[in-house]
């Protein structure tokens, strides 16, 4: 009776680890909920919303908004000091821990800095104090332009990114009800894939001067226990930054070259 229980138990693990090795799941990188994207929406709302009550048709406020937005000119052809501001990602991520993302951060920022430097477009680049940020607000575009007044720069990069994966098994999995297989195995494909978005703004008048998007991929073939999920995501995240740095540095050379 004991022998039977126990294959019952085993019978019942191997089955739930075949189950979670030949399931495919994927999650796409998605802006839907961004703060990047609700930044930049927000100004247009606000505004939209400001002139309500004028007795403006929905049609003319519209049109006011889209008149105010093509009038905006910038201050200089290219900002000479700017700064760095990286917005947190909205969407769920597989890195735990705090260690991580401090290490994550310190390594992107400074590929970003170092890009931007070497470009020879900007004569200063520094990243944006989060002490200059207003306290216990969600930021938008006018609190982010007036915090980097307050660092006496001219330009700002905002900037998030982020993430998903993309998990199938392969026919190595069969091999999964088996203890050994388990964690011998190569039977789980796994992608992790990263987006990530900037804007370059005019601090003087909120003119953006540059949209920039990038994109990168990592991926794993491993047994299913040995997936490194975390380790995935922290290197497809450091590379979709340091290609938006290279893609900045690129823009800014070419929004300083002489018009034709």
């Given at each position: 009776?004991?022998?039977?229980?126990?294959?019952?138990?085993?019978?019942a693990l191997a089955a739930a680890w075949l189950a979670a090795g030949c399931a495919s799941h994927t999650?796409?990188?998605?802006?839907?909920?961004?703060?990047?994207?609700?930044?930049?929406?927000?100004?247009?709302?606000?505004?939209?919303?400001?002139?309500e009550?004028?007795?403006?048709?929905?049609?003319?406020?519209?049109?006011?908004?889209?008149?105010?937005?093509?009038?905006?000119?910038?201050?200089?052809r290219i900002p000479a000091h700017v700064v760095l501001y990286e917005l947190p990602s909205a969407g769920p991520t597989e890195i735990k821990s705090s260690l991580k993302w401090l290490s994550l951060r310190q390594e992107t920022s400074k590929a970003m800095k170092a890009?931007?430097?070497?470009?020879?477009?900007?004569?200063?680049?520094?990243?944006?104090?989060e002490m200059l940020m207003p306290a216990g607000e969600t930021?938008?575009?006018?609190?982010v332009r007036i915090a980097a007044a307050r660092a006496q720069a001219d330009g700002v990069l905002i900037y998030s990114t982020e993430t998903g994966y993309d998990y199938r098994a392969n026919g190595?999995?069969?091999?999964?009800?088996?203890l050994i297989g388990l964690f011998?195995?190569?039977?789980?494909?796994?992608?992790?894939?990263?987006?990530?978005?900037?804007?370059?703004?005019?601090?003087?008048?909120?003119?953006?001067?540059?949209?920039l998007e990038s994109?990168?991929?990592?991926?794993?073939c491993a047994p299913y226990a040995a997936l490194d999920w975390e380790g995935l995501e922290y290197a497809v995240r450091r590379g979709v930054l340091e290609a938006l740095a290279q893609e900045a540095a690129a823009r800014a050379k070419s929004l300083a070259a002489p018009e034709r």
């Open positions: 009776m004991t022998t039977n229980k126990a294959f019952v138990v085993l019978a999650r796409m990188p998605s802006y839907e909920q961004s703060q990047l994207r609700l930044m930049i929406s927000s100004e247009t709302v606000a505004t939209v919303h400001a002139v009550g004028r007795g403006m048709g929905a049609e003319e406020q519209v049109q006011r908004e889209v008149d105010r937005l093509l009038t905006l000119k910038p201050a200089a890009a931007l430097e070497q470009s020879g477009i900007f004569a200063q680049v520094d990243s944006l104090p930021p938008d575009l006018r609190s190595w999995a069969l091999f999964y009800p088996t011998a195995a190569p039977g789980s494909d796994l992608s992790s894939m990263a987006v990530s978005k900037a804007v370059l703004l005019d601090v003087h008048t909120g003119y953006i001067y540059a949209v994109y990168a991929q990592k991926s794993q």
